[in-house]
C-alpha cells in the first residue's frame, strides 16, 4: 500500500492521524457509518500505529472532525482482510470489479476493467 498521511499528531505514546478532506462534512460522517468500507483510515492509523484516526473537513469556515470509530480494531480486520485478498491473488484467484458507477468514472484503471462487460 501507498499513501500519504496529511497528518500525524503525537503527545506522549499516542498518535492521532488526520486526513483533510473538501467533501461536505456529513458525506465524511456518512463514509465510517459503516464500519470498515471506508478503508483509508484504518491503513493510515494500522501504518502508524495510531490510536486514533478522523477525516476533518472545512464548512463555512469552521473545521469539522468527522472520527472513526475504535479505529485500531478497524485497522486490525482491514490488514487481515487485504492479506487475504492478496494471498488469493497470488494464487491466481480472480479479483472482481464492484465499484459503484460514480467511483468507476474516476478510477484510474478503468481501461483493464471488465464491469462494463457485465451488461
Not at 501507498?2 to 458525506?27: F, N, P, S
Not at 463514509?31 to 472545512?58: D, N, R, T, W
Amino acid at each position: 500500500l501507498r499513501g500519504r498521511i496529511d497528518r500525524l499528531d503525537v503527545k506522549a505514546d499516542e498518535k492521532r492521524v488526520l486526513d483533510y478532506k473538501t467533501r461536505d462534512v456529513q458525506i465524511l460522517r456518512n463514509m465510517l457509518k459503516e464500519p470498515g468500507e471506508e478503508v483509508q483510515l484504518a491503513c493510515y492509523a494500522h501504518a502508524e500505529g495510531a490510536s486514533e484516526a478522523a477525516f476533518v473537513g472545512i464548512e463555512n469556515g469552521k473545521v469539522i472532525d468527522a472520527s472513526a470509530q475504535d479505529i485500531t480494531e478497524l485497522a486490525r480486520l482491514n490488514i487481515e482482510r487485504l492479506e487475504s485478498v492478496m494471498t488469493r491473488i497470488r494464487k491466481g484467484a480472480g479479483m472482481p470489479a464492484n465499484g459503484i458507477d460514480a467511483a468507476c468514472l474516476h478510477c484510474d484503471v478503468r481501461g483493464v476493467c471488465r464491469k462494463g462487460e457485465w451488461l
